[in-house]
């Protein structure tokens, strides 16, 4: 596995990195579970200072976070800035909180003995980050682990590998211990081993199915902890009492959003019969008047993808919908110059019997079904093997929300999609993985939850 940076804006690379041998990985393992003693003794108040340091530092810093997700992934530079500003919410907002969600809690049961609930953590934790938010990932798996603390070993994306040396950076200088968080450039086979290591407690992953798959096997089968966020096909379902152009527009710029490239888009958007066609025409006038450019330039909407890679993936999964009978009204092709640039498209006429129908399509596609009732959109929307994520766009709010209760997912939205925010939970079901981070949530994966009763 090869850790570079190549700008996926021009195809060059741009500086390359070592990766850690056998022997950084042992020590990386041993250096953590010593550190853990120490940390987990250490105040929460003071864990919670640190934490607080690292905030203070993404936002004095944001500019320049956010210019290297630019650089390594081809996130427009504004939509960068907003991923460093909710990472360091997170990290305030687990500074602020964390202290008084661990206090320990005395539980009345009907008897004299005194009983208790302490929060501890439980100790080394691998966490392997993903490219596509390659900042606001890493907050929401370290800032409840840290403040809890839990020692922290970070894997991220090859191609982010210049985000993982800052993000440890800053947790250092920041006053979280260099052996209470260290950075690895590591494989997959050396992740495998450790998350093996009796050592290491637990493992948190953001990424595709098959690797999920892989760790939370090792996991289970050393008897271990897994939170596991994997893909999406999320469903977004517009009522009939919309104001059609207003929200067609809404729901383009945020399908399109990071170049489609993230889990929980709106990867398939529902859409009554009778506005199909006026709704269809407003999203391809959206995409098509959307700059796709320069991710450091300022009026850029769309960037390239990540990589070469991941923009023929998303090309062939368009043609071969086309070829299995889909229509493509706009876009959908490799840009002919250096780097990872595809045109973003609009799909209509996917059924059930194709495969963009079940797949994750990740990139800038997006993919518009018309339905003649509610409960045919609901089925459609659960007919997924995924389920992070949905939302329902109406006027009527309760009815909106009576329909998006209806939706089988981890997380559901009216007249918006994907919020997160440092206090609400987050995660998906089935396919999209299990396990909940952020709020007070991302305390209780990682941690022991433990009975202290005194009688007499």
């Not at 992934?73 to 500074?95: C, N």
């Not at 260290?182 to 407690?201: C, E, G, K, M, Y």
């Not at 999203?283 to 300022?298: I, K, N, R, S, Y």
């Not at 993808?305 to 493509?328: F, K, Y």
């Amino acid at each position: 596995m090869a850790y570079r940076t190549e700008n996926p804006a021009t195809g060059v690379v741009e500086q390359e990195f070592t990766s850690a041998t056998d022997a950084d990985v042992a020590s990386a393992v041993e250096r953590a579970d010593a550190a853990f003693t120490s940390w987990r003794n250490t105040p929460a108040e003071q864990r919670a200072a640190a934490v607080a340091a690292v905030a203070d530092a993404f936002q004095e810093r944001g500019d320049e976070l956010a210019r290297v997700i630019s650089t390594e992934m081809g996130k427009p530079f504004k939509q960068a800035q907003g991923e460093v500003a909710l990472s360091s919410a997170i990290y305030r907002w687990y500074a602020d909180n964390g202290p008084a969600l661990l206090k320990e809690e005395t539980l009345d049961v009907g008897d004299d003995a005194k009983s208790v609930v302490v929060t501890e953590p439980v100790g080394v934790l691998m966490g392997v980050m993903p490219w596509n938010f390659p900042q606001y990932q890493v907050a929401r798996f370290a800032a409840p682990n840290l403040v809890l603390g839990n020692t922290v070993l970070l894997k991220h994306a090859s191609i982010c590998a210049r985000t993982g040396e800052l993000i440890e950076e800053i947790m250092h200088a920041a006053g979280i211990p260099e052996d209470a968080y260290i950075n690895l450039f590591a494989s997959t086979d050396q992740i495998t081993d450790i998350v093996a290591d009796p050592r290491v407690r637990g493992v948190s992953l953001t990424g595709s199915e098959g690797a999920g798959k892989a760790v939370a096997l090792t996991a289970a089968e050393n008897l271990k902890k897994s939170v596991l966020e994997l893909g999406g096909s999320d469903p977004l379902i517009v009522l009939d009492d919309v104001d059609v152009a207003k929200t067609a527009k809404t729901v383009a710029i945020t399908r399109m959003r990071n170049a489609g490239q993230a889990c929980n888009s709106p990867k398939r958007i529902l859409v009554p019969s009778g506005m199909f066609d006026e709704f269809v025409q407003t999203v391809v006038q959206t995409v098509e008047g959307m700059t796709v450019g320069d991710p450091l330039a300022e009026d850029t909407k769309i960037g390239p993808l990540s990589s070469t890679e991941g923009r023929d993936d998303a090309v062939a999964q368009v043609e071969r919908a086309v070829a299995q009978g889909a229509t493509l009204h706009t876009g959908g092709k490799a840009l002919d110059k250096d780097g990872a640039w595809m045109a973003p498209a609009v799909l209509t006429g996917v059924t059930s019997e194709m495969d963009a129908y079940k797949e994750e399509i990740f990139g800038p596609v997006a993919v518009v079904y018309s339905y003649d009732s509610v409960d045919e959109a609901v089925e459609i929307a659960n007919d997924s093997p995924f389920g992070l994520s949905g939302s329902v766009w109406g006027q009527d709010t309760a009815k909106a929300e009576e329909v998006a209760r209806r939706l089988q997912v981890g997380m559901t939205y009216v007249n918006e999609h994907g919020t997160t925010m440092p206090g609400l939970p987050f995660g998906g079901v089935r396919r999209s993985g299990y396990g909940r981070e952020l709020g007070r949530w991302g305390f209780d994966e990682f941690s022991n939850t433990k009975l202290v009763r005194v009688a007499g």
